[in-house]
């Protein structure tokens, strides 16, 4: 097991010993979580790194050994349970990018419902870096990211429904965020 799952090194670790074999979702990933870097700023020190941290694994429940119910926030969350990842690393990886409204669409609310949901700078923060990054790394803003999203999944899709749904809390998230780095010295 990689050490320090809560650190950007470990995670990245991590990440890499399960994505890359997925191609664009690695490509992903490693976009996120640069781009997770990029808005660092907008959260307190003490959190940057699970940040980081948080963007390289938000996306590790894609992988096929790691599928149980096929829902990735979640059974992302559950490995890195069984690894002993700090709770709030678990919690954010199962809760990124509106992870809730998929959980509703898919009858999973219960399950996902176990690891509790913080509403912070830096789930905003992971939000934000998720939903300003395309598939395969590409810089989006919000909505050419949300829009991308839309094109690829079927309208009726659980996906698609959901982030229909979760459009006006993501672009909170987005714009907060956003907001938080406009604030800082430059």
């Given at each position: 097991m990689p050490s320090g799952l809560d650190t950007p090194q470990g995670a990245a670790e991590l990440a890499e010993?399960?994505?890359p074999p997925l191609g664009n979702r690695w490509l992903?990933?490693?976009a996120v979580a640069a781009r997770a870097g990029e808005v660092a700023p907008a959260v307190s020190k003490e959190d940057r790194d699970l940040l980081v941290a948080a963007a390289w694994l938000h996306?590790?429940?894609?992988?096929?050994?790691l599928r149980d119910t096929g829902f990735h926030p979640l059974d992302g969350a559950r490995?890195?349970?069984?690894?002993g990842a700090p709770s709030?690393?678990?919690r954010l990886v199962a809760h990124h990018s509106g992870a809730v409204y998929e959980a509703e669409q898919r009858d999973l609310s219960a399950e996902l419902a176990v690891y509790e949901r913080?509403?912070?700078?830096?789930?905003?923060?992971?939000?934000?870096a998720d939903m300003t990054t395309g598939p395969a790394g590409q810089s989006f803003d919000f909505d050419q990211r949300i829009d991308e999203i839309l094109k690829r999944y079927e309208p009726g899709s659980e996906v698609h429904n959901a982030i229909s749904k979760a459009r006006p809390y993501l672009g909170g998230a987005v714009?907060?965020?956003?907001a938080r780095l406009s604030d800082q010295p430059r």
């Open positions: 010993s399960l994505l992903h990933t490693q996306d590790i429940g894609y992988a096929p050994e490995y890195l349970e069984t690894l709030r690393l678990v913080e509403d912070s700078p830096v789930l905003d923060a992971l939000i934000c714009e907060r965020t956003l």
